[in-house]
C-alpha cells in the first residue's frame, strides 16, 4: 500500500511517517508538508529511506494533493495537518485555510482519486472541559462542547468527515488524541513543557518550569498516536467513526521523576505558579478513556517509562550524542 501522510513534519506526522515505513506490509510512504522533515526523523528511517519521499506542497491547494496522489499511486491518506492553539490566535486566516479548507481538500482529493481509506486528527478538544462530565473518563459516547477555535475547527472536520462517508461511501476514521508529547513539541505551552523536560535534560541542559508542575492531564506520547494511526490505516475500515487516545492523567512533576530513572543528575526544577488554563488550552479534559481503542483494535499505550527512554533518545540523535549507556 502507499500511504501519504499529510503534515508529515509535525509532532505526530514525523512519528507516523517513521512507523508506516518500518511496516513491511507498506510499500511507499509520502510525506506532505510545507517544511521538510526533521534531519533526526530522516536519521531514524533506517532501511525505510528507500519507501519515503518527501513532497513540498500545501493542503489549501486541492491542485497540489491531486497531483501527488496521482503521481505518487496512493492508494490511503493520512491527516495529520493542523494549525495548533497559539497560533490559531496570531494567524486566524491561515488557520482557516489549512484546518477548515485543508481538511475539506484532503477529504475531497480522496474522493475524486478513489483513495480507499482515510484516517485524520480531531481532538480531545472536542470535549469541552472536564468539569462538563465530572470525575469520571470522558468516552467517544459524550456528548462535545468545544471552547475554542480550534476545538471547534476539530469538531468541524468529524462533521465534514461524517458527510463524506454518508455521501461518498468513503472510510473515514478520527483519532482524538490529547496533550501529544515528544522530541520537538513547540506550541501550545502546554505541549511545549511536556516535550522539553523531557528533550532538554537529554542533552545535558536544564529545565526550568514556569509552572508548579501540579496539574493533571491525560498525555498521548508522539509515537503512540503513530502507532494506533498505523494500526488504523492497514485497515479497510473501523467498527466506529472516532478512537480516543491517552492514558491516565499525569502531571509535569511524573513525567520528571520518570526522566530521573535514566538520568539522575537531570536539573529539573518548577515554579510556584499553579498552571492556568491559557488560551492555547480551551478547556480540555483530564481523564480521557480509551477502552473503545483496546476492544476494537487490542491498542494500549506504552508506559510512561519507555516513552521517556524513547524521548531521550530521538533528543540525543537530534544533538549528535550518542545513546545513553545500558
Not at 184 to 198: A, E, H, K, L
Request: include cysteine; glycine fraction near 10%; hydrophobic fraction near 40%.
Amino acid at each position: 500500500m502507499n500511504i501519504l501522510v499529510i503534515g508529515g513534519s509535525g509532532l505526530f506526522g514525523g512519528k507516523t511517517v517513521l512507523h508506516l515505513a518500518r511496516d513491511p506490509e507498506v510499500d511507499r510512504v509520502i510525506s506532505l508538508d510545507v517544511v521538510p522533515p526533521k534531519d533526526w526523523i530522516v536519521k531514524s528511517l533506517g532501511d525505510g529511506a528507500s519507501k519515503f519521499e518527501f513532497v513540498r506542497a500545501d493542503v489549501s491547494k486541492l491542485e497540489h494533493l491531486l497531483d501527488t496522489i496521482s503521481r505518487c499511486g496512493i492508494d490511503r491518506l493520512v491527516n495529520l495537518a493542523f494549525i495548533l492553539p497559539g497560533d490559531i490566535e496570531t494567524r486566524p486566516r491561515l488557520s482557516v485555510l489549512v484546518n477548515q479548507l485543508g481538511m475539506a481538500n484532503a477529504f475531497e482529493a480522496a474522493r475524486l482519486m478513489g483513495v480507499s481509506r482515510v484516517v485524520y486528527a480531531s481532538s480531545e478538544g472536542v470535549y469541552g472541559p472536564q468539569a462538563e462530565y465530572g470525575n469520571r473518563d470522558v468516552t467517544e459516547d459524550d456528548a462535545m462542547h468545544p471552547q475554542s477555535t480550534y476545538a471547534i475547527g476539530k469538531q468541524l472536520s468529524e462533521l465534514l468527515a461524517a458527510r463524506y462517508a454518508d455521501l461518498y461511501g468513503l472510510s473515514m476514521t478520527a483519532i482524538r488524541p490529547p496533550i501529544g508529547y515528544g522530541h520537538g513539541g513547540r506550541t501550545p505551552n502546554v505541549i511545549r513543557w511536556f516535550s522539553d523536560i523531557v528533550s532538554l535534560p537529554a542533552v545535558g541542559q536544564p529545565f526550568l518550569a514556569e509552572v508548579d508542575g501540579k496539574s493533571p492531564h491525560s498525555l498521548a506520547a508522539a509515537d503512540d498516536v503513530a502507532a494506533f494511526i498505523r494500526i488504523l490505516i492497514k485497515t479497510p475500515s473501523s467498527p466506529h467513526p472516532a478512537y480516543n487516545l491517552g492514558g491516565p492523567p499525569l502531571t509535569l512533576r511524573d513525567v520528571a521523576a520518570a526522566v530521573k530513572k535514566y538520568l539522575p543528575d537531570a536539573r529539573i526544577e518548577f515554579s510556584d505558579r499553579p498552571e492556568q488554563m491559557d488560551g492555547a488550552r480551551g478547556g480540555i479534559p483530564y481523564r480521557l478513556g480509551m477502552a473503545r481503542a483496546r476492544e476494537d483494535f487490542g491498542y494500549q499505550p506504552m508506559p510512561l517509562e519507555e516513552a521517556v527512554l524513547i524521548h531521550i533518545s530521538d533528543a540525543r540523535l537530534d544533538a549528535g550524542l550518542p545513546p545513553l549507556a545500558p
